[in-house]
């Protein structure tokens, strides 16, 4: 990608609106006139050659300009013309162009004022005013590809902040050059051509991804560098068929922006993509049997990473959702110094000059400080002026007296004093320096984390995606809640229950129903899950039973590895790994499945989804049960406190699911064995530690 530039850079340090280019994936490339960029290029270009690849290269100026100009100045109607007259009439080296002589060359061919406008050289030129007072030339100001494209310059305006006029003509001539010369086509002037040709040359314009562009501008770094590099990203990483998508467009004189009307699909690609999984994050080491729980989720926490994009979202709207990189204060929190009460503000050194006896006399100044209401002017030395709360405080006021601490008439006031130097202000960046880290990549944003973005300056934030979470029960017994029974048939009690775990931690939970136990069925609904989402989470069918579906097929698929985890109620747990998808394969019962999905599979999706690896907090309180358990396996029991003391629920049936929604909390038991008396300290995990 490269962002061309109609200035001329002479000096040695890189400026911001020279040229820059990009190669996908590669670091930005500063050049620093067209005479460099050009020979870059070609070499780029005989590179790709030799290499035998085929390179697509943008370039961010338009190809061609509104339909009839191209036919009014060659007398064809064919945007090569134009290429060809431009780099005919085109003088350009690093001491000078001849641009806006050209501009006005051209003009001078056109009835009325225009079209060309905006004469940035000294001379003046009898065809190319100044200003924007053009009429009556007859050409649109536009091309069709810019309607209803926010922030896009007119082709005619050579000049001034942003124009894009004399990138146009000083670029043509140097596109028409390497057309030739390497066999490029032009999109979307040539589309018969675009399949075969070596080289492909598209138009671009960053502005379509500016949201990606200034978050990444909060890091620093220049603007055009980044627009380069997401650009290069985003064309090398989007899907064929989208760019396909893009590249179908059909302009065949004025031109057309590659991608306009698909921001949000440039934009998706212009961020850092997480890596796949690796195929074997889910294998256990060879020879063990009973795997305990802490070292199951150590190996989850190891292995397991993100697998969520990144994108730019609304402020407002970003409750719940995980910050995607470091947040740096956009700017100082105050701003400004200003007041921190109401009251009078004045010049200390000449307060305390005026006390007599303890008693501070001054003049009132006319006019008021208030907050958005800046008081214009300097306040002249020993006068005081009245300061609102949040007022910036004006030139000659460095301290503030409390207005309940003075006495006022028409003529001025009296207080005690002076109270010390800068007494009632808060200083320009005392909460928040800029470029400060604010928060940290993985925050869940909560509604302080808002607040505290939205005053450092922050309007877009850069999220994570929400990982995609899809479930679906097996069995040939079960049916969804609601329907019909008959005997033989049981209720699914899981899937209602893990979508709305899935909702209440902040991920899309999708639900692909109820599957039979039948091994295709179940692989085309893994299929669909890989297609859709980011994780599956299935229930029954995980252990190694006949009708046991879930695991067969992960272990046909080879990625499979059974965890025999030493826990109850749980067993069996599947963990494996669809073509890339990571399948947390549950226990049917739903006790067990509700269990293992708090203590793996939640750190384990927190982790997915980028928020960081998440443990719940027990407290240790007095039992207020009895039991003996046996070693070799830890237990989580259904448990709410009453008194102070856990209360276990009288059954341990993991298919007993009246017990779970009597319970609050778990109590968890450590993994050797124990002997329980009333009064016992137990480790108590609320439900709120799981986000419930
Ligand atoms: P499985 O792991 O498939 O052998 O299932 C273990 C037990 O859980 C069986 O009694 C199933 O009927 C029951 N079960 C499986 N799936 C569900 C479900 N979605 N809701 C309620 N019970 C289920
Ligand atoms: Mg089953």
Same mark, same amino acid.
């Given at each position: 990608?490269v962002d061309w530039s109609g200035g001329n850079d002479t000096?040695?340090?890189?400026r911001k609106d020279a040229i820059w280019l990009?190669?996908?994936?590669?670091?930005?490339?500063?050049l620093r006139n067209r005479q460099a960029a050009e020979?870059?290029l070609?070499?780029?270009?005989?590179?790709?050659?030799?290499?035998?690849?085929?390179?697509?290269?943008g370039f961010d100026f338009p190809f061609g300009y509104p339909?009839?100009f191209a036919?009014?100045l060659?007398?064809?109607?064919?945007p090569?013309?134009l290429w060809?007259w431009f780099e005919a009439a085109l003088e350009d080296s690093p001491r000078g162009n001849n641009r806006f002589a050209l501009a006005d060359r051209i003009n001078a061919?056109f009835?009325?004022t225009g079209p060309f406008w905006f004469n940035g050289g000294n001379a003046d030129l009898?065809h190319l005013p100044r200003r924007d007072?053009r009429?009556?030339h007859?050409m649109?100001e536009h091309r069709?590809?810019e309607?209803?494209?926010?922030g896009v310059f007119s082709t005619w305006q050579m000049g001034g902040a942003g124009a894009v006029g004399g990138q146009v003509m000083t670029g043509l001539p140097v596109l028409n050059r390497l057309?030739?010369?390497?066999?490029?086509?032009?999109?979307?002037?040539?589309?018969?051509?675009?399949?075969?040709?070596?080289?492909?040359f598209?138009e671009i314009w960053p502005g379509?991804?500016?949201?990606?562009?200034?978050?990444?501008?909060?890091?620093?770094?220049?603007r055009d560098?980044?627009q380069v590099?997401?650009?290069?990203?985003?064309?090398?990483?989007?899907?064929?068929?989208?760019?396909?998508?893009?590249?179908?467009?059909?302009?065949?004189?004025e031109g057309?922006i590659?991608?306009?009307?698909?921001?949000?699909?440039?934009?998706?690609?212009?961020?850092?993509?997480?890596?796949?999984?690796?195929?074997?994050?889910?294998?256990?080491?060879?020879?063990?049997?009973?795997?305990?729980?802490?070292?199951?989720?150590?190996?989850?926490?190891?292995?397991?990473?993100?697998?969520?994009?990144?994108?730019?979202?609304?402020?407002?709207?970003?409750?719940?959702?995980?910050?995607?990189?470091?947040?740096?204060?956009?700017?100082?929190?105050?701003?400004?110094?200003?007041?921190?009460?109401?009251?009078?503000?004045?010049?200390?050194?000449?307060?305390?000059?005026?006390?007599?006896?303890?008693?501070?006399?001054?003049?009132?100044?006319?006019?008021?400080?208030? =907050? @958005?209401?800046?008081? *214009?002017?300097?306040?002249?030395?020993? $006068? #005081?002026?009245? &300061? /609102?709360?949040?007022? %910036? !405080?004006?030139?000659?006021?460095?301290?503030?007296?409390?207005?309940?601490?003075?006495?006022?008439?028409?003529?001025?006031?009296?207080?005690?004093?002076?109270?010390?130097?800068?007494?009632?202000?808060?200083? =320009? @960046?005392?909460?928040? *320096?800029?470029?400060?880290?604010?928060? $940290? #990549?993985?925050? &869940? /944003?909560?509604?302080? %984390? !808002?607040?505290?973005?939205?005053?450092?300056?922050?309007?877009?934030?850069?999220?994570?995606?929400?990982?995609?979470?899809?479930?679906?029960?097996?069995?040939?017994?079960?049916?969804?809640?609601?329907?019909? =029974? @008959?005997?033989?048939?049981?209720?699914?009690?899981?899937?209602?229950?893990?979508?709305?775990? /899935?909702?209440?931690?902040?991920?899309?939970?999708?639900?692909?129903?109820?599957?039979?136990?039948?091994?295709?069925?179940?692989?085309?609904?893994?299929?669909?899950?890989?297609?859709?989402?980011?994780?599956?989470?299935?229930?029954?069918? =995980?252990?190694?039973?006949?009708?046991?579906?879930?695991?067969?097929?992960?272990?046909?698929?080879?990625?499979?590895?059974?965890?025999?985890?030493?826990?109850?109620?749980?067993?069996?747990?599947?963990?494996?790994?669809?073509?890339?998808?990571?399948?947390?394969?549950?226990?049917?019962?739903?006790?067990?499945?509700?269990?293992?999905?708090?203590?793996?599979?939640?750190?384990?999706?927190?982790?997915?989804?980028?928020?960081?690896?998440?443990?719940?907090?027990?407290?240790?309180?007095?039992?207020?049960?009895?039991?003996?358990?046996?070693?070799?396996?830890?237990?989580?029991?259904?448990?709410?406190?009453?008194?102070?003391?856990?209360?276990?629920?009288?059954?341990?049936?993991?298919?007993?699911?009246?017990?779970?929604?009597?319970?609050?909390?778990?109590?968890?038991?450590?993994?050797?064995?124990?002997?329980?008396?009333?009064?016992?300290?137990?480790?108590?995990?609320?439900?709120?530690?799981?986000?419930?």
């Amino acid at each position: 990608m490269v962002d061309w530039s109609g200035g001329n850079d002479t000096g040695p340090r890189p400026r911001k609106d020279a040229i820059w280019l990009c190669e996908a994936g590669g670091d930005p490339e500063y050049l620093r006139n067209r005479q460099a960029a050009e020979a870059r290029l070609a070499a780029l270009l005989a590179e790709a050659r030799d290499a035998g690849e085929r390179v697509l290269i943008g370039f961010d100026f338009p190809f061609g300009y509104p339909a009839g100009f191209a036919e009014a100045l060659t007398g064809r109607a064919d945007p090569f013309a134009l290429w060809d007259w431009f780099e005919a009439a085109l003088e350009d080296s690093p001491r000078g162009n001849n641009r806006f002589a050209l501009a006005d060359r051209i003009n001078a061919r056109f009835p009325g004022t225009g079209p060309f406008w905006f004469n940035g050289g000294n001379a003046d030129l009898p065809h190319l005013p100044r200003r924007d007072t053009r009429a009556g030339h007859g050409m649109a100001e536009h091309r069709a590809a810019e309607a209803g494209i926010k922030g896009v310059f007119s082709t005619w305006q050579m000049g001034g902040a942003g124009a894009v006029g004399g990138q146009v003509m000083t670029g043509l001539p140097v596109l028409n050059r390497l057309r030739r010369r390497f066999g490029a086509a032009v999109w979307p002037f040539e589309p018969e051509a675009l399949a075969e040709a070596p080289a492909v040359f598209v138009e671009i314009w960053p502005g379509l991804i500016n949201r990606a562009v200034k978050a990444a501008e909060t890091a620093g770094g220049i603007r055009d560098a980044h627009q380069v590099r997401l650009l290069a990203r985003a064309l090398a990483t989007l899907p064929q068929e989208v760019l396909e998508g893009m590249l179908a467009v059909s302009a065949p004189e004025e031109g057309a922006i590659l991608g306009a009307g698909q921001e949000a699909a440039l934009e998706r690609a212009a961020r850092l993509q997480p890596p796949p999984l690796q195929n074997d994050c889910f294998a256990l080491p060879p020879g063990v049997d009973w795997t305990p729980v802490d070292e199951a989720l150590a190996l989850l926490r190891d292995r397991l990473r993100p697998v969520t994009g990144i994108e730019t979202g609304d402020l407002f709207e970003a409750e719940g959702r995980i910050l995607a990189e470091d947040l740096q204060a956009r700017r100082a929190n105050p701003p400004h110094p200003n007041s921190a009460v109401d009251g009078y503000g004045f010049a200390h050194a000449a307060a305390l000059a005026a006390a007599e006896e303890g008693a501070v006399h001054l003049p009132l100044h006319p006019g008021r400080a208030a =907050a @958005g209401a800046p008081f *214009q002017g300097v306040l002249p030395e020993g $006068a #005081a002026l009245r &300061v /609102l709360t949040g007022a %910036d !405080l004006p030139a000659g006021v460095d301290t503030v007296v409390l207005e309940e601490d003075c006495a006022v008439d028409a003529a001025g006031l009296a207080f005690r004093g002076p109270p010390k130097r800068g007494a009632n202000t808060r200083k =320009a @960046g005392e909460d928040m *320096q800029a470029g400060v880290r604010i928060l $940290a #990549a993985g925050q &869940v /944003l909560r509604p302080p %984390d !808002l607040a505290l973005a939205a005053a450092t300056g922050h309007g877009d934030l850069p999220l994570r995606a929400r990982l995609r979470v899809a479930v679906l029960s097996t069995g040939d017994e079960v049916v969804d809640p609601g329907a019909e =029974a @008959g005997p033989g048939v049981i209720y699914d009690a899981n899937r209602p229950m893990l979508l709305s775990l /899935l909702r209440r931690w902040g991920h899309a939970p999708l639900d692909l129903g109820r599957i039979p136990d039948d091994r295709a069925a179940l692989s085309a609904a893994f299929d669909r899950a890989r297609e859709e989402a980011d994780v599956l989470l299935t229930s029954g069918g =995980a252990s190694a039973g006949d009708e046991d579906h879930v695991s067969a097929l992960l272990r046909a698929a080879g990625a499979m590895t059974e965890w025999r985890i030493a826990l109850k109620p749980g067993r069996p747990l599947a963990l494996g790994l669809w073509q890339g998808l990571p399948v947390f394969g549950l226990p049917g019962n739903p006790v067990a499945a509700f269990v293992c999905t708090l203590i793996f599979a939640r750190p384990a999706l927190s982790l997915l989804a980028g928020a960081g690896w998440q443990a719940p907090l027990g407290r240790e309180v007095p039992a207020g049960f009895a039991k003996r358990k046996k070693p070799g396996r830890r237990e989580y029991l259904r448990a709410r406190l009453r008194d102070g003391r856990a209360e276990v629920f009288p059954s341990e049936g993991s298919g007993r699911v009246s017990g779970l929604s009597w319970a609050e909390g778990l109590v968890e038991l450590d993994d050797g064995a124990r002997e329980i008396c009333e009064g016992d300290p137990v480790r108590f995990l609320p439900f709120s530690e799981f986000g419930l």
